[in-house]
């Protein structure tokens, strides 16, 4: 199939790119991320809260330097598949598809659980299976009127958590603060709420895959992502602080509603604001789960534009939107709402972006070895600072399933070795060099032959004048 036919529609400006990553992100700030206080607390759960904080701005950074050099909807796969060759851009792939597809299912479940919240006669189940089927048929329609809709839910869900913010400020308490003590699980603790700290700023490394379909990539692609993480950051150690201080750490880590918790703990159980916080929860919710189908389906579609996955995945409709590449990963997240609960989702989600983290962050270093005549429209400041930095806080969190759940540290660690088994089994004979990752890629390495051949050559001629 010509490149020409799977190439995606460009519309995309700065303001739209800042509001979908928020919107791919802003339900953390409403959901999940409490999960990790029983064990870190307050103190425990700001440090993992600024640890991962740290993390994800040298992370963006980062994508901001690679997306502008390679602006495909591969994203995170065509960045290891330039630097480091075929395997290791699948496997980055495999992890990214991983985690938009079950992040996916972690917000429909949150999302059904609002639903529930509000109408308690809808099952929530029932509801996330409505949602499910509602937002195949946005994206289907296409990431234009999915960026307009996205817009209007980002908005509202950013205003109530600042509402919620500066309403439950003055009532925050010292006593509701270091509730169970300073950090009740010690280091170990810390350690294990680091995957529920990354649910304040997971997904925002999906950007990147809109790539090709911005206006102008070079200058808007930074401006997005670097704005989007710093409002997520302000978000992030807000709400963390205002939901302990008012609703206690001990008291708000298993809700599935926690800011409408923290107001009725620690302001007033029949406040207005409870019954604001469920419904734009739920646009919260509602907002993350589009920005994820929007981010799983551009990565399966590049993976099987590139003939990773098979071909059908990319298929596209009238309107240019890769609708198998969205119908598919979505059934499949959707199974895992029904065998799974949302706190070991995360657990999935978050290990599979790690490895793409490291391996972003490992291209980036090699690439500004390998080819450093490659044009490079902005490059991270800081260099080689900001890359080390994300490795090896990204190293640190992968191993951090160790401590909250082993069974699925294992669980994870098999998934990517089954992914391994398939390439070697599969994949790598169907890689189809026509894809734009896999052409740009294979410029490096024709360039890298002609060198050889060149110096080859001339040391060939050198001899030749010796004797």
Known sequence: MSSNNLELKKVLGPIQIWGIGVGIVISGSYFGWNYGLAEAGYVGMLIATAII??????????????????????GAYAFTRRAMGPLAGFITGVGVTLEFAVGTAVFTSGAGFYVNFLIPQIDPILAAAVLYVFFFIVHILGVNEFATIEMILVTISVAVVLLFSFYGMPHITAAKLFEGGLIPGGISGIWAAL??????????????????ECRNP???????????????VILAFLVVTVTVGLGGAAGSSPEANPLSYAIAAGVDKNSWLISVISVVGLFGMLSSLAGAILAYSRQTFALS?????????????KRRTPYMAILVPGV??????????????????????????????????????KEPNLARP??????????????????LALFSSVFS???????????????????YVWARYRINKDA????????????????????????????????
Do not use: Q
Not at 53 to 74: N, R, W
Not at 305 to 316: I, W
């Open 305 to 317: 534009r590139a003939g990773y996955f098979p071909s059908f995945l990319s298929k596209l409709n």
């Open 436 to 467: 734009p990752e896999e052409r740009f890629a294979n410029e490096l390495e024709e360039y890298t032959v002609i060198e050889e051949l060149a110096a080859s050559e001339e040391l060939a001629v050198a001899a030749t004048k010796i004797e």
């Open 378 to 395: 902005y490059k991270a400041p800081f260099y080689p600072v900001v890359p080390i930095v994300c490795i090896i806080l990204s190293t």
């Open 218 to 232: 070079v200058k808007d692609m930074p401006k997005g992502i670097m704005r989007a993480i710093y409002t997520l």
């Open 195 to 212: 995957p529920y700290a990354m649910w304040l700023y997971i997904c925002l490394e999906m950007l990147p895959m809109l790539s090709e």
């Open 332 to 369: 499949l997240g959707f199974i895992f709402v029904l065998m799974f609960d949302p706190n070991r989702l995360i657990l999935i989600a978050t290990f599979g972006a790690l490895v793409s983290y490291i391996m972003m962050n490992l291209s980036l270093i090699i690439l500004r070895k």
């Open 53 to 74: 904080g740290i993390m994800y701005v040298t992370l963006c950074l980062s994508l901001s330097e690679l997306a502008t050099t390679m602006p495909h909807a591969g």
């Open 405 to 423: 759940d082993i069974t699925f540290f294992f669980i994870n660690v098999a998934i990517f070795a089954v992914a391994v088994i398939y390439y």
